[in-house]
C-alpha cells in the first residue's frame, strides 16, 4: 500500500521558504524542528516537504543548522517583523 503527504495548499502560512534549487536534501531543517514542521522526501538531493506551516514556532533553528546559504529562510508575518525608521531620512525598512 502507497501513502503520501502533501503539504497544506489552504493555509495561508508559509512559515519558511525553502528554495529547491539551493537545497541539497540534508534534512537538518526536518531533524532539528523540534514541532516536525517538515518532512522528508524519498528522492535523494529532494527539498523537504512542509507539512504543518501551521505549528512553526519562527525560532530560526532550521535557518541556522542549514549548510547551504540561502536554501531556506523565515518568513515570518508582518507583525512580528522589526520595522526600523532611519531618523535622518524618515525612510522605513523591515526586516
Ligand atoms: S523556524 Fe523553528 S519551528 Fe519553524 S520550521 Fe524552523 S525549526 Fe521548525
Ligand atoms: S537543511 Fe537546508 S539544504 Fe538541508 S534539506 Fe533543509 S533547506 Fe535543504
Given at each position: 500500500m502507497k501513502s503520501f503527504a502533501l503539504p497544506?495548499?489552504?493555509?495561508?502560512?508559509?512559515p519558511v521558504i525553502i528554495d529547491a534549487d539551493i537545497?541539497?536534501?540534508?534534512?537538518k531543517c526536518v531533524n532539528i524542528c523540534q514541532v516536525d514542521l517538515m518532512i522528508p522526501v524519498r528522492k535523494k538531493g529532494a527539498a523537504p516537504i512542509i507539512?504543518?506551516?501551521?505549528?512553526?514556532?519562527?525560532?530560526g533553528c532550521c535557518v541556522e543548522i542549514?549548510?547551504?546559504?540561502?536554501?531556506i529562510k523565515l518568513n515570518p508575518p508582518l507583525i512580528q517583523r522589526v520595522r526600523w525608521k532611519?531618523?535622518?531620512?524618515?525612510e522605513h525598512f523591515r526586516v
Amino acid at each position: 500500500m502507497k501513502s503520501f503527504a502533501l503539504p497544506n495548499n489552504t493555509s495561508p502560512a508559509s512559515p519558511v521558504i525553502i528554495d529547491a534549487d539551493i537545497c541539497n536534501g540534508c534534512n537538518k531543517c526536518v531533524n532539528i524542528c523540534q514541532v516536525d514542521l517538515m518532512i522528508p522526501v524519498r528522492k535523494k538531493g529532494a527539498a523537504p516537504i512542509i507539512l504543518y506551516p501551521e505549528e512553526c514556532w519562527y525560532c530560526g533553528c532550521c535557518v541556522e543548522i542549514c549548510p547551504e546559504t540561502g536554501a531556506i529562510k523565515l518568513n515570518p508575518p508582518l507583525i512580528q517583523r522589526v520595522r526600523w525608521k532611519r531618523k535622518k531620512t524618515g525612510e522605513h525598512f523591515r526586516v
